[in-house]
């Protein structure tokens, strides 16, 4: 059948089973909303309050779901605000189609109203971008995006149409999409070289990262655990992928990770690392990181081995079929002595905070209790990030939602709109800084709109809290514009964007806030008052090793 380009676009995001989308119309992109209008009641089309927000909220919907998410923009400014989000994606490996639209053809290149190269703008943060000039592989193009985004490493692409493409036709038929192959490049000699490295290893470490996500490998990576019998620390990506009630389990790795799992993977003699990338708030010192070990990597992206830290072996694939293979040819082992050694550790060194005053981890503490460790939870980024990944009990993947890679301040609010689109039935809520949350907090209107149940905590110290913490620390207390202690009122502000709000000033006020939060099936603010130098602990020093992880403890010995 004859189709114009912008129902063209329409019918492959059907074809890909895409259900919602986020985006912004402007005059470039208007033939796609009118398309998109015909088919409302088959496409769901969140209208976030600025492109940052649905370029968040794609992203949001695509971790929490396992889906590709889609976000659209109109060109020009329309385009060049979803960067950001754009870049958040590439750097945690999460699949979302951008679809821009530009100006007609013959004015591309010449400084139109509202034109930019977004193609050009966005190639070093995309995993493939097109610009598509002819109708007539425009459906292709977007099949093509859709299968570049989701498979192998998955990662964002931008596909940008010229309007008057949006406006011609041509003939177009349905196609299925092909299923995503999960691709292994080792060889069963490669396997039988790690298996061998296992069991000669007489303390043996598991570093799960957020690639075990993205392969749904958690099971794979359970049984791992249980056959190796290692202890097993994550990544602030890899939660939840190994049950953290469980008492292999010992917490973060890396700048605020916990000390059981520095000192351990210091003290290791074969660090095990699943669908991770050893990135420098994990390491430390390189030179310095789990010297005393030999390492194995596993890993989807060739690129990551040997990177930053030399590998032992490394095994290049899909993690969920390669630890099936490691798993079917591993002989149960037994490190008795080495568990209870871990076991003494996590004794002597449990993450601990000031009991006597309201504080984010007891809030986060709250929230697990009250959601049963159930929630989706998303976070911006700052102390209250590392708080919720301390302190929330993740017992399965997806459900810490946060910048990793990128670091973006902002992020969680429209990522926990996406994960309640994907994931309706479950409790969504918003970890942030108040000096995050002003960042996007325009997005709470866009919650309002649609009655879409989040809940937004603010935890508020009035300042810049993680960047406080190094002034503190390493910059002799000169706090250089972290001060925010003005008279914005974050309660009016939710009010008067069409959500419920509740301050919070009192540790006994928390149970009751949340409860209150859950049960209105709105959109809610719990604006958490704290104090101004609560630190966030153990931590180690950009560039030491990790073996120096210290805490207020060790400071005050000082």
Known sequence: MVLTGAEIVVECLKEQGVDTVFGYPGGTILNVYDALYKHSNEINHILSSHEQGAAHAADGYARATGKVGVCLATSGPGATNLVTGIATAYMDSVPIVAITCNVNLPLLGKDSFQEVDIAGITMPITKHNYIVKDVNILADTLRKAFAIAGSGRPGPVLVDITKDVTANSCEYAKKEPNAVERLVRCSEQEIGEAVQLIEQA???????????????????????????????????????????????????????????????VSECDLLIALGARFSDRVVGNPKKFAENAKVLHIDIDAAEINKNIRTDVS????????LGKLNAR??????????????????????????????CPYIMEEIDRLTKGEAIITTDVGQHQMWAAQYYKYSLPRTLLTSGGLGT???????????????????????????????????????????????????????????????????????????????????????????????????????PAIEKA????????????????????????AGAPISEAFDAKDLAAK
């Not at 056959?227 to 790795?253: E, S």
């Not at 095994?315 to 390669?322: N, S």
């Not at 008279?487 to 919070?504: N, R, S, Y």
Request: hydrophobic content about 40%.
């Open 518 to 541: 859950i049960a209105l099936k709105k959109p809610v603010l719990l604006n958490c008052i704290i104090p101004e130098d609560d630190k966030v602990f153990p931590m180690v020093p």
């Open 202 to 264: 007489q303390k043996p470490y598991i570093y799960v990262g957020g690639g075990a996500v993205i392969a749904e490998a958690y099971q794979e990576v359970r049984e791992f655990a249980q056959i190796v019998d290692a202890p097993v620390c994550d990544t602030l990506m890899g939660k939840g992928v190994y049950d953290g009630h469980d008492a292999r389990y010992t917490g973060m790795i890396g700048m605020h990770g916990t000390k059981t799992s520095n000192f351990g």
């Open 409 to 511: 301040m902002g992020y969680g609010l429209g990522a926990c709109i996406g994960a309640k689109m994907g994931q309706p039935d479950r409790i969504c809520i918003n970890i942030a800084g108040d000096g995050c949350f002003r960042m996007n907090m325009n997005e709470l209107a866009t919650a309002s709109r649609y009655n879409i149940p989040i809940i937004q905590v603010v935890i508020n110290n009035h300042v810049l809290g993680m960047v406080r913490q190094w002034q503190t620390l390493f910059y002799g207390k000169r706090y250089s514009q972290t001060v925010l202690n003005d008279g914005v009122d974050f309660c009016k502000v939710a009010e008067g964007l069409g959500c419920e709000a509740i301050l919070v000033t009192k540790k006994e006020e928390v149970a």
């Open 330 to 359: 591993l002989a149960k082992q037994d490190h008795e002595a080495w568990m209870q050694h871990i076991a003494q550790l996590k004794e002597k060194f449990p993450l601990s905070y000031d009991q006597s005053v309201l504080s």
């Open 315 to 322: 095994l290049v694939g899909d993690l969920k079929v390669v």
